[in-house]
């Protein structure tokens, strides 16, 4: 049965975390599989377990530590979201992307969201940084939208525009980070699967010619539901594999986790670097 969430639960998880805390957040971050490391970096930070909010989704996979980690990081006041939980662990959409309201609620007025993916296009190599310019919500398009149930408009309008989820602005910020510190990154399209399997060859192949550039299990809920709370969104694909269009290699969560750790020093000085530039 699909669990829609109501403002009470919303509102019982931002007055947990607000009794906690003595900042008001300007920029939220979700940090995907083996990409948590960015977090130990939060300087004057207050952590909260996940398990310690009310209605808060517990992340069951392994590189997700599932905490709360609130502070500064570059002059700027952040929350941080040290793994997500995901769909296919058996959540409604409405609870995974939970955590984003609650952002909303406390005052992040942008999203920093990232994740581990599948290189489709064949230029990219694992140890990439992927700039997301765009997405493709597959799971969505077969009806599990994160907006699908009674609209919250405290929120946001019933059909909010999607035309730019990711902001221009932003990305651009995004580029110049890169720029600065003289590290080569990508750009494309993500497509947002349900999971849990990775896919087959003839999925990839097909994905690949619908125009995505990489592919992964999250990210695309998350960005709908800060989209249709005004907030604005850059989004950033770790690539951890390259994508099995011929069916003649395996991929494992092993080989996503060990992408992982070689992207972090990247992740963090892209981040590091947008962040200032916010402050410009």
């Keep these: 049965m699909q669990k829609f969430i109501t403002m009470r639960e919303i509102t019982q998880a931002v007055d947990a975390i607000q009794a906690r805390i003595d900042i008001k957040p300007e920029v939220g971050m979700i940090l995907g599989t083996g990409l948590g490391g960015l977090a130990e970096s939060v300087k004057d930070a207050v952590i909260i377990p996940n398990r310690e909010i009310p209605q808060w989704p517990l ?17 700027v ?88 989820p990711y902001d221009w602005i932003l990305l651009e910020k995004a580029r110049g980070s890169c720029r600065d510190a003289d590290m080569p990154y990508q750009e494309g399209v993500y497509v947002s699967l349900a999971g849990p399997s990775f896919e087959s060859p003839a999925e990839l192949r097909f994905l690949q010619t619908i125009g995505a550039d990489a592919v992964g299990m999250s990210t695309v809920p998350e960005v709908i539901i800060a989209r249709h709370g005004g907030m604005r969104v850059l989004g950033v694909s770790g690539i951890s594999n390259k994508a099995n269009l011929d069916g003649s290699t395996i991929t494992t969560h092993e080989e996503v986790l060990e992408a992982g750790r070689i992207l972090v020093p990247k992740l963090t000085t892209l981040i590091r670097g947008f962040l200032k530039k916010l402050n410009e």
């Design 59 to 75: 992340s069951t996979v392994q590189g997700h530590s599932g905490r709360l980690v609130i502070g500064n990081l570059e002059g």
């Design 77 to 164: 006041n952040v929350l941080v979201l040290q793994g997500r939980a995901h769909y296919y662990e058996g959540y409604s959409m409405g609870q995974i992307t939970l955590p984003v309201r609650v952002m909303q609620r406390l005052g992040c007025n942008k999203l920093v969201v990232t994740n581990a993916a599948g290189a489709i296009n064949p230029d990219f190599e694992p140890g990439d940084l992927m700039l997301i310019n765009d997405h493709i919500n597959m799971i969505g398009m077969g009806g599990a939208n994160p907006l699908r149930g009674p609209n919250l408009e405290e929120y946001g309008v019933r059909f909010p525009d999607m035309s730019q």
